[in-house]
């Protein structure tokens, strides 16, 4: 089980962090985000060591994904945020690691957490 948090109302150029807290062991854990009428898109993955991370080039630069795997919680560092950064922000966490850039290939959803940033 997926617990996200930590979304909120923010002006362009703010930051916000966003976390993923697990229930039990996870694998790879992804960030994705959905805006209203589109389709769930891919933001970030991090693998099951934390060494392996990937980005959609939109937020390379920008956003920062890690884990704390003591704690069992990803992490979503977002800074210089941009209105189209806009959505619910989704994690999920996969028992296999595979094609970590599809949403259809996760296990596990979190509850999404809504990010809206203003201009």
């Known amino acids: 089980q997926l617990q996200a948090s930590g979304g909120g109302l923010v002006q362009a150029g703010g930051s916000l962090s966003l976390s993923c807290a697990a229930s039990g062991r996870t694998l790879t854990v992804g960030w994705f985000r959905q805006a209203p009428g589109k389709e769930r898109e891919f933001v970030a993955w991090?693998?099951?060591?934390?060494?392996?991370?990937q980005y959609v080039d939109s937020v390379k630069g920008r956003f920062t994904i890690s884990r704390d795997i003591a704690k069992n919680t990803v992490y979503l560092q977002m800074n210089s945020l941009k209105p189209e950064d806009t959505a619910v922000y989704y994690c999920g966490a996969q028992r296999v690691h595979r094609d970590p850039e599809t949403p259809t290939t996760y296990d596990y959803w979190g509850q999404g957490t809504q990010v809206t940033v203003s201009s």
């Open positions: 991090i693998s099951a060591s934390g060494i392996t991370k």
